[in-house]
């Protein structure tokens, strides 16, 4: 019986590591969604124009 329990510790110790450090990842869709969404460039416009001046100045 130590044999059977050591051996089905063994067994789950390498499962374990194939799918934690082995496997490549897989994605799914809505994960691939997401990481496009997160990736694209964020359109940026300059506001610096528009802030006012620093108190106590005249302009």
Request: proline content about 12%; glycine content about 6%.
């Amino acid at each position: 019986m130590p044999y059977l329990f050591g051996g089905l510790v063994v067994l789950n110790a390498i499962v374990l590591s194939y799918y934690l450090f082995l496997k490549p990842p897989e994605r799914s869709k809505s994960v691939q969604q997401a990481h496009a969404a997160l990736t694209q460039p964020i359109e940026f416009s300059n506001s610096a124009a528009y802030i006012p001046p620093p108190i106590g100045t005249k302009k």
